[in-house]
C-alpha cells in the first residue's frame, strides 16, 4: 500500500493547483486517506461509536469503547470481506509506521456479521463490524484509516473510513462566540480556547503542535495551522486568530423518508418507475439566503436509518429511493456548481452529489438513491478555485445558528515520527 503514497501526493498537487470539484478526477484505484466508496454496489457506509448512529467516530485509547462499521452491498450476494488498518498523520497523510507498531493483536479482521435484506424492492446484503476486539489492540493515539478489502486481497479496495483516537494528556478549555467586526459580526462564529499542559511537556507548541477544528464533523471546510496567541508556562490561549472563525450557516434542511406509503412534511410525491425502484419528490427547496434565522432543532448535518413500515431491523428492512432534490434559481452560475452537502454524501463534493441546471424549470437539481431514514443536508456553492463548499447563497450566515465544533490537538514529541492526539475537545455553539 505504500507505494500508492507517491502517486496520492501526485494527484493531490494537480488537484490543488487545477481544482474544479473535490474527489472528480482521482484516480478510483489509489489509496484514499478519506472517506471513499471505490465501488458502486457499495451503499450507506457508516462508522460511528458503538452507542448511537449520528456520534462521531472518535475512541479515548483503551477506553474499552467500540466503533461499528457497516456497509449495504446491492449485490445481494455473500462476499468474503476483511478489514485492516493504517495510521496517518495529522494532516491524514501515511504515517508510514509498521503495523506492529500501533497494534497489538491481530492486524486484519474478516467481517462475519452479514444478513439479507427483506421485505424490500432494493435487494441488499448488510455487513456490520465492531473494534477494537479481543485480539485487536491500538497502542497509539492518532488519526487513522480503516479499510475494507475482498477475497483477502489489499489490492480489491472496497471502501475507506476516517476515525480518530486520543489521549486525554492535555486539558481542552474551550467556548464559542459572536465573530467580531462588522462585516462577520452578524454571520460568523468564532471559538476561543486554551490548552493547559500542567504535567505535559511541550518543548515548541508553534512546530511542535498541530490544532485542528471541524465544524459539524466537516473535513471540506475544517481549518488547521492554528497557533497560540499568548503562551505561559503551563498555558496556550488561542483567541485572536481569523482561522478559528466560521460561516454560522444555518439549520439544516431535513426530509423524512422513514415511510415510502405516506407523504411526510418535505415529500412531494412518492412513485415506482419502470424498474420498480421507488422515487421521491422533495417539495422545492427555497433559498434561505436573506431569510430571517428561525432555530429548529435537527441533526447537523448527519442522518439515521429508520422504517415505520416495518417493526422490525431496520438496517435490513429499510428499502431505497431515489430522492429527487430541486431548488430555483434564476440564472445557472458559470465559475462554480452547486452540491447537496450532509453526511448524506459523505461531505463530499463531486459528480455524484453535484446539482445540475434545468432550464425549464428555472432551477438546480440532483438525485441521490438513499436508504429510507431521516436525513438532514443543505445546498453548497464551490467555485472554481476553492476547496470548501460555501453555504452563503444558499443557506445564509447567522451567527446564532447552532453547530457541533470539535477541537484536535496532535503533538509530535521530540525523538518520535507520528502524530498523538494528545486531546479532543467537542462543544455546541448553543450549549454551554
Partial sequence: MKHTLIFCSIIFLFISNNYIAQDDY????????????????IQTVQLHESTFDANPPILELNSGNLLELSFDDLDFDKKSYSISFEHCTANWESSNLMTTEFINGFFEANILNFSFSTNTIQKYT????????????????GNYIVYVYQDNDKEKLILTKRFMIFENKVTLLATTRQAFGNDEQSEKQHIDFSILNSGYELTNPFTDLKVIITQNNRWDNAVNDIKPTFTEPTKLTYSLDDKSTFNGGNEFRYFD????????????NIYRDSLSKYHIELKTDELKTFKNYSFYNDLNGSYLIKNKDMIGNPDIEADYAWVHFFFPYDNA??????????????????????????????????KLFLKQ???????????????????????GNHWETENDYTIYVYHRKIGTYYDQLIAVKRLNSMRK
Fill in 126 to 141: 448488510h455487513y456490520s463490524i465492531t473494534f477494537p476486539q479481543a485480539n485487536i489492540n491500538f497502542t497509539k493515539s
Fill in 26 to 41: 482521482v484516480n478510483e484505484n489509489v489509496f484514499h486517506y478519506s472517506d471513499w466508496n471505490y465501488k458502486s454496489n
Fill in 257 to 268: 423518508t422513514r415511510s415510502l406509503r405516506t407523504y411526510t412534511e418535505r415529500v412531494n
Fill in 333 to 366: 452560475q458559470s465559475e462554480g456548481n452547486f452540491y447537496v452537502l450532509g453526511k448524506l454524501t459523505e461531505w463530499k463534493t463531486n459528480k455524484n452529489n453535484r446539482l445540475t441546471y434545468n432550464y425549464k424549470k428555472i432551477g438546480y437539481e440532483c
Fill in 373 to 395: 431514514g431521516y436525513y438532514n443536508y443543505n445546498y453548497v456553492f464551490l467555485s472554481d478555485d476553492k476547496k470548501g463548499g460555501d453555504e452563503t447563497l444558499t443557506e
